[in-house]
C-alpha cells in the first residue's frame, strides 16, 4: 500500500507537524519528515484529528432504503469525518438477533467508507418485555457491545435491571434512551412557555431526568455501567454528574443539535426541527455545553436520523422526528464548543473520538496520533465558513435543521486505515 | 391587516377594532330581508375541514355566501385526504382550482401556519381552529359579543374593551379557544383571569399576558364576562380531574354562582355546551348567557374577517352598506 505524508497539520490543534502514513498504520510523527516516495497532502492550517467515533447513527438498512442505506449513512459519515458509527437497532426487522447485527456489519464491510459497528437491541422487537438474545449478538461475527432500543425506553425496572446485569459477562453496556413512556404521551416537543403557546403537547425534562435518575441508581446497585443518549435538559446533567461523583459507571452523550438549537424555532411550526428528545430551553443548551466541556457530558454523538422528504414536508403533528447530523456534527461542535472556548481541539478528539471508542469498547477506533496507531484520521479546516447546502449531502436524506445556517469548519480528508475516504471535501 | 389569519396575536389593537366595526355593519345586513352583499362576487372561499365541525363550517359558509363569494366545502371525510393524501397534495389542488382564501381546521397544531408559511398556495388562509392552538374567529366573536353587550352596540364603534375583566373558565390546556381569547382580549386592554383545576393548565402559563386562579368563587364577583369552557368527558379517564360531579361542584357554573357575578355581567360559552357539567341549565338559558348571541354574531364576524382579508378594501373602505345601494 502506498504512502501519504500529511504535511504541517495542527495535530490535535497543537504544533504543525508531519504525519506519515504508511499502509494501514501511521508510521511517523514529528517534524520535517521527507517525503520520499510518499503522496504529500500539504496541511498547512489545518486540525488532525483522530477519525470521528459516533455511539449514535440510524442507518435505516434493513428496512427504511427509502431514506438511508448503510452504503449511503457510510458515505455521509465519512464526509463528516467519521471513521466508525454505531448502527441503532431500530431497523425493519428489528436488529434483535444475530442474524441482523450480521447482516449490518457485512454491509458495513462492504461500503468501505468507514467502519460499522451494530447496536443490538435490549428487548425483543424493541418491545420492552423479552430480553433479545444479548449473547448471540455479542457471539455474532458484529461482536456486538452496546445495546440499545433507543427509540423507546427500556421502561420496565425489572428488565433494565436484568439488562444492565447481563451483559457484565461480555462487557456490554446498555444505552438507554431515556423517555418514561407515560409521560410523554401525545408529546410533540419540549414542554414549557413556547408549547404552552404553540398548543403542542408537552415532552417534559422531568420524562427524560426520571428515567435517568432510576437507570443511574440501577447501574450502581448492580455494578454495571450504563450510557445514557441524547442527554437533553439541565437536570439530567445534575443527575449525571450526582452519579459520577458517586464513583457509579455512568456515561452520557448529547447531540450536536441539543448544543445548539433550542424550542424557539418550534415557532416555525416547521418538522425539521422535529426531534426526539425534543429541542430545550437556551438554558438547557447551556448546561449540556458546560456538561461536555467539564467531562460530566462523556460525548457528543449525532443520532443522524434520516427521514425522506414526505415525512417532514407536512404539518408538524403528522412529521416524523429526527434530524440527519453526520455531515454537520463536527461544525456545530466548532461553533458551540471550540468558538465559545468551552474546548479546544484535544477536547474535540476526546469527546468524539476517544472517549465514544472507549464507551463502545471499539478496538482500532479512538487511538492517539502516533506511531503503530491505526491510521484513521480526520483532517479538518477549521478556518472555512460556509453555509449548509443539502442538495449536497452524500447523506440520501435531507432533513437538516441548518439549510442555510453558515457553520464553521469543514472536513477536507478522511482516512479510513490509511485509505482516504475523503478527499479535499470530496468522497474518495 | 396581515394576508392571513392564523392568530389572533396577528391582530393589532387596531386591527382587531377595525374587524369589530366591520362586523356591527355586517350585523346590519342580516337584519334586512335580503341578507346578501355583493362585496365578495367572483372570488372562491374553499372551506377546508379536516375535522368535524359542523357549525364552525356552517359559520363560515353563510358568511361566505352572505358576501356573495363562491364557496367550496371541502371535507376530510369520504374525500382523498381520508385515504391518505397529504396536507400539501390537498393544498395544491385548491390552489390550482383558485381558491382566493381558504378557511382551515385542523386536528394538528400549526396546520394553517404551515398552510400559509410552506409556498403551497397563494390565497389568504384563515385558521377556523387548529389543534389545541388558536381559533382567532372565535376570539373576534367573543369580543365582539363583550363589546356589544358590555360597552353597547353604538357607543361600542370604535372602542376596545379597555378594564373590562374577563374570566375563563374550563379545560385551558387543550382549548384553542382560551389561546385565542388571552391574545385578543389583551390586545383590547381587557383584564383576563383564567380559573381551572392546576391539571388543566399548561406548564408555561406564565408567559401569558393574564391571570391564573384555582377558584372560581374568587373570581366571580370581579367579573364582567365569565366565559365557560367545553370539558371534555374523556378527560376525566386521564386523570385531569377525579369525576365529572367533582368537576362540576368546584368548577361549574351554575345558579348559585351565578347570582354572585356583578349585576350587568354576562356568561359566555363557545359551544357546544355540556348542561350539567360546566354550565347548569338555569344558566344556560339565562337572559344573561349569550350562547346563541354568539353563533349569530359569529356569521358577522366571519363577515368582517373575509371581507377584509379579500375585499382588497383599504381600512378605511367604504361601509359595506353603502355599497349596497350603489348596487340597486
Known amino acids: ?428 | 391587516m396581515k394576508h392571513h389569519l392564523i392568530s389572533a396575536a396577528d391582530l393589532t389593537r387596531d386591527d382587531a377594532v377595525l374587524i369589530l366595526d366591520t362586523a356591527e355593519e355586517m350585523a346590519r345586513v342580516a337584519d334586512r330581508p335580503i341578507k346578501k352583499l355583493p362585496t365578495l362576487r367572483g372570488r372562491t372561499v374553499v372551506n377546508l375541514f379536516f375535522e368535524d365541525s359542523t357549525r364552525t363550517r356552517i359559520s363560515f359558509e353563510a358568511a361566505a355566501k352572505r358576501l356573495s363569494a363562491d364557496v367550496i366545502n371541502f371535507s376530510a371525510k369520504g374525500s382523498s385526504v381520508s385515504k391518505g393524501e397529504s396536507l400539501k397534495d390537498t393544498a395544491l389542488t385548491l390552489e390550482a382550482m383558485g381558491a382566493d382564501a381558504v378557511v382551515i381546521r385542523h386536528h394538528a397544531s400549526g396546520a394553517p401556519y404551515r398552510l400559509a408559511n410552506s409556498g403551497w398556495i397563494d390565497g389568504a388562509v384563515v385558521n377556523a381552529g387548529d389543534g389545541t392552538h388558536e381559533h382567532p374567529t372565535q376570539a373576534l366573536l367573543d369580543a365582539f359579543t363583550m363589546r356589544r353587550r358590555l360597552v353597547g352596540r353604538d357607543r361600542g364603534i370604535g372602542r376596545d374593551l379597555a378594564g373590562r375583566r374577563i374570566t375563563i373558565v374550563g379545560d385551558v390546556l387543550h382549548s384553542r379557544v382560551a389561546r385565542s381569547n388571552v391574545l385578543l382580549l389583551n390586545t383590547l386592554g381587557a383584564e383576563v383571569t383564567l380559573v381551572a383545576p392546576p391539571t388543566l393548565v399548561p406548564i408555561g402559563v406564565e408567559s401569558w399576558p393574564c391571570e391564573v386562579s384555582y377558584d372560581l368563587d374568587s373570581v366571580l364577583p370581579k367579573s364582567d364576562a365569565v366565559m365557560m369552557l367545553r370539558v371534555q368527558r374523556e378527560r376525566m379517564n386521564a386523570a385531569f380531574f377525579p369525576t365529572e360531579r367533582e368537576y362540576s361542584r368546584r368548577y361549574g357554573l351554575d345558579g348559585d354562582r351565578m347570582a354572585r357575578m356583578p349585576e350587568d355581567s354576562i356568561v359566555m360559552h363557545p359551544g357546544p355546551m355540556n348542561r350539567g357539567m360546566e354550565i347548569t341549565a338555569e344558566v344556560a338559558d339565562s337572559d344573561r348567557c349569550t350562547a346563541v348571541e354568539q353563533v349569530a354574531n359569529g356569521v358577522s364576524t366571519r363577515m368582517a374577517v373575509l371581507y377584509l382579508l379579500l375585499g382588497g378594501a383599504e381600512p378605511a373602505a367604504p361601509a359595506p352598506h353603502a355599497r349596497t345601494e350603489e348596487t340597486k
Open chain 1, 1 to 428: 500500500m502506498s504512502k501519504i505524508l500529511i504535511r504541517g497539520a495542527q495535530v490535535l490543534g497543537g504544533a504543525a507537524q508531519d504525519v506519515l502514513i504508511d499502509g494501514e498504520t501511521i508510521a511517523e510523527v514529528g517534524p520535517d519528515i521527507a517525503a520520499g516516495d510518499a503522496t504529500v497532502i500539504e496541511a498547512g492550517g489545518r486540525v488532525l484529528l483522530p477519525g470521528l467515533v459516533d455511539l449514535h447513527t440510524h442507518l435505516r438498512e434493513p428496512g427504511r432504503e427509502d431514506s438511508e442505506t448503510v452504503l449511503t449513512g457510510t458515505k455521509a459519515a465519512a464526509v463528516g469525518g467519521f471513521t466508525a458509527v454505531h448502527a441503532m437497532a431500530n431497523t425493519f426487522p428489528v436488529a434483535d438477533t444475530a442474524g441482523v447485527v450480521e447482516q449490518v456489519y457485512r454491509l458495513g464491510k462492504e461500503s468501505g467508507y468507514c467502519d460499522v459497528q451494530p447496536v443490538g437491541a435490549v428487548t425483543v422487537g424493541l418491545e420492552g418485555k423479552q430480553l433479545a438474545e444479548l449473547g448471540a449478538m455479542h457471539d455474532s461475527a458484529a461482536g456486538v457491545k452496546v445495546f440499545s432500543d433507543d427509540g423507546k425506553c427500556v421502561d420496565d425496572a425489572v428488565i433494565m435491571r436484568r439488562a444492565l446485569e447481563y451483559v457484565k459477562a461480555f462487557d456490554g453496556v446498555v444505552a438507554q434512551h431515556a423517555q418514561e413512556p407515560r409521560l410523554t404521551e401525545g408529546a410533540q416537543m419540549n414542554e414549557g412557555v413556547v408549547s404552552a403557546e404553540l398548543g403542542l403537547g408537552g415532552w417534559p425534562a422531568v420524562a427524560e431526568e426520571s428515567i435517568i435518575a432510576r437507570d443511574v441508581l440501577l447501574a450502581a446497585h448492580v455494578g454495571s455501567r450504563v450510557h445514557i443518549c441524547h442527554l437533553s435538559t439541565a437536570g439530567s446533567v445534575e443527575i449525571v454528574r450526582w452519579a459520577k461523583s458517586k464513583g457509579w459507571d455512568v456515561t452520557a452523550e448529547v447531540t450536536p443539535h441539543h448544543l445548539l438549537l433550542t424550542d424557539e424555532l418550534v415557532r416555525t411550526y416547521d418538522p425539521v426541527y422535529k426531534v426526539n428528545p425534543p429541542l430545550r430551553t437556551e438554558a438547557d443548551v447551556l448546561a449540556l455545553r458546560e456538561a461536555l466541556a467539564d467531562g460530566t457530558i462523556d460525548c457528543v454523538a449525532t443520532d443522524h436520523a434520516p427521514h425522506p422528504h414526505e415525512d417532514k414536508d407536512c404539518e408538524w403533528g403528522a412529521a416524523a422526528m429526527g434530524m440527519v447530523g453526520l455531515e454537520t456534527a463536527l461544525s456545530v461542535v466548532q461553533e458551540t464548543m471550540i468558538e465559545t472556548g468551552l474546548l479546544d481541539w484535544a477536547g474535540v478528539a476526546d469527546r468524539m473520538s476517544f472517549r465514544p471508542a472507549v464507551i463502545g469498547r471499539l478496538g482500532g477506533h479512538g487511538r492517539p496520533i502516533a506511531p503503530g496507531e491505526p491510521a484513521n484520521l480526520t483532517l479538518v479546516d477549521p478556518a472555512y465558513r460556509g453555509a449548509v447546502d443539502p442538495a449536497g449531502f452524500a447523506s440520501r436524506s435531507r432533513n437538516t435543521p441548518y439549510e442555510g445556517r453558515e457553520l464553521p469548519g469543514r472536513v477536507t480528508h478522511t482516512f479510513l486505515r490509511g485509505r482516504a475516504t475523503v478527499l479535499d471535501g470530496k468522497l474518495a
